[in-house]
């Protein structure tokens, strides 16, 4: 499909009711532009998993309690559109206030409970302006499946409840929060700090990093975690604390008479000079790492997840004659391992639960090549990879599992009977690689100064090696043997 801006509604209306009938899928995107990475990855996802993908670009006034915030609201609807359709969408929707709410529009979509909370509670009609836009977003594009950012973490809870409730036929999907370097949660909102508020901004996160922090070493007693996590903002001296708080993920009711546990969220919304931002954090089961690479290692602490490795002792042998694929066989590696230490682990010792975490990494060109088991091998594997492409493939395996203490109705047979599995998620992700020309010598070099022996294929990009790779399609650090761009929205 071309790629174009329509205002009109009955206009997408027909597209989308064309593409229906051409059995396409449609994804939705809704936003009030200004895009910057966080909205773009909604737009990738919703591109990878539809034929069709709508993005909405709307500033919507019926949403903005404060009408100085709405005139400051950034307004780029030409960057916009280039940025939606470079990122895969087909369709750019910019309605007019008048095409959304004509003349005498008096029908709105409002919710009791956790919508009156938190910013429910900071914002009065916020949250019914934003069920009133998304319903009818959602009557005119008629998605079957759109995408909200976890960073608004309320709104996606609210929307999804709305979605259910009304019956209306679509699968509202949550995606990971997309940080600046340092963390700061990208927002519209950021180009509006000065330098100093900026540098300020960064409280929200060290403050929600720090609280998880002490989570994980063992603090499970909400009023002293939301204490710590209010601290933070409140010893910033440009920062102004609208609230802090932990709530449960359904309700955004505090926990009462409970200890926080996994699954919890960290809520943060504070003003930065005038500007008013949020972010939050989900309290999570400890994760543990079912594989000894210290690369791996590194990776999920660059990305701030804290772990403890358990290698699976498992025999990793595939026939020859396996009718698996190349991807497949990761995938069942990585289950293998992650069933393994699961099964393994003793439901006393995780009393809150756990995650764990199976990767498999192979490398594949003409046949699945393996680790080397002397220089010959990895001379001739090299000399294979050279002036070529070859692909490097992660299968990953991510259980979450709580202690299955015989309330829940029986337990996953996988897990031995002693955990209950509560999310499971396995998937290859794939990057594709062309290595250029070297020599005999410069391979025997690199083997022994680099000694190549745990790694498939020879080789660590990370390393020297890194210079001979002419191309690089897909996920880097998928290579070096973790597919965290994949993961990272089932941690
Ligand atoms: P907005 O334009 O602020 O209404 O946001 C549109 C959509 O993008 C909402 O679903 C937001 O949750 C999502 N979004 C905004 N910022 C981010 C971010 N940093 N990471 C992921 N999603 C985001």
């Given at each position: 499909m071309e790629k174009t801006i329509i205002h009109d509604p009955g206009e997408i209306r027909r597209l989308s009711a064309s593409a229906r009938r051409h059995g396409e899928s449609i994804g939705l995107v809704t936003t009030m532009g200004a895009l910057h990475e966080g909205h773009l990855s909604l737009v990738r996802r919703a591109t990878d998993e539809n034929d069709t993908v709508v993005v909405s670009i709307f500033v919507n006034p019926m949403q903005f309690d404060d009408q100085n915030d709405l005139a400051a609201y950034p307004k780029t609807l030409s960057a916009d559109a280039d940025a939606a359709f470079s990122a895969g969408a087909n369709i750019v929707f910019a309605p007019s206030v008048e095409h959304i709410y004509p003349d005498g529009f008096s029908t709105f979509v409002d919710m009791t409970g956790?919508?009156?909370?938190?910013c429910g509670s900071s914002r009065p009609s916020h949250f019914k302006g934003v069920l009133t836009v998304v319903a009818k977003l959602f009557g005119i594009c008629a998605p079957d499946r759109a995408y909200f950012g976890e960073k608004d973490a309320q709104q996606l809870a609210i929307v999804k409840k709305m979605a259910d409730e009304l019956s209306i036929p679509v699968e509202v999907v949550g995606c990971p929060t997309i940080r600046e370097a340092d963390g700061l949660a990208m927002s519209s909102r950021n180009a509006r700090l000065s330098a100093d508020e900026r540098a300020a901004a960064l409280c929200l996160y060290k403050s929600l990093a720090e609280t998880r922090t002490l989570f994980d070493a063992g603090e499970k007693d909400a009023r002293k975690l939301t204490a710590h996590l209010a601290d933070g903002i409140e010893a910033t001296p440009l920062a102004r604390l609208d609230y802090a708080t932990i709530v449960d993920p359904l309700t955004f009711e505090p926990p009462i008479g409970r200890p926080a546990r996994p699954g919890d969220l960290l809520m943060l919304a504070a003003y930065i000079g005038d500007v008013r931002l949020i972010d939050n954090m989900k309290l999570q089961a400890p994760l543990i790492l079912a594989s000894a690479s210290p690369r791996r290692t590194e990776i999920l602490a660059a990305h701030g997840h804290k772990h403890v490795v358990i290698p699976a002792d498992a025999d990793e042998t595939i026939a020859d004659d396996s009718p698996l694929t190349p991807a497949e066989v990761t995938i069942y590696l990585a289950e293998l391992k992650a069933d393994t230490v699961l099964g393994n682990l003793d439901p006393k010792d995780w009393p809150d639960g756990c995650r764990v975490l199976g990767v498999d990494t192979i490398v594949y060109k003409d046949r699945i090549i393996g680790k080397p088991v002397d220089e010959a091998d990895a001379l001739s594997i090299l000399r294979s990879l050279k002036n070529g492409v070859h692909e490097v493939i992660s299968g990953a395996c991510l259980i979450h599992a709580v202690p299955?203490?015989?309330?829940?109705?029986g337990g996953d047979d996988e897990a031995g009977g002693r955990f209950r599995v509560t999310e499971r998620h396995s998937f290859a992700d794939i990057t594709t690689i062309r290595l250029g020309d070297y020599t005999d010598e410069e391979i025997l070099a690199y083997v022994r100064a680099?000694?190549?022996?745990?790694k498939s294929g020879s080789y660590a990009i990370q390393s020297e090696w890194g210079r001979h790779v002419l191309e690089l399609c897909g996920d880097i650090e998928n290579v070096i043997g973790l597919p965290y761009q994949r993961l990272s929205t089932y941690l």
């Open positions: 956790p919508s009156e909370r938190l299955d203490n015989g309330q829940a109705g680099n000694p190549p022996y745990d």
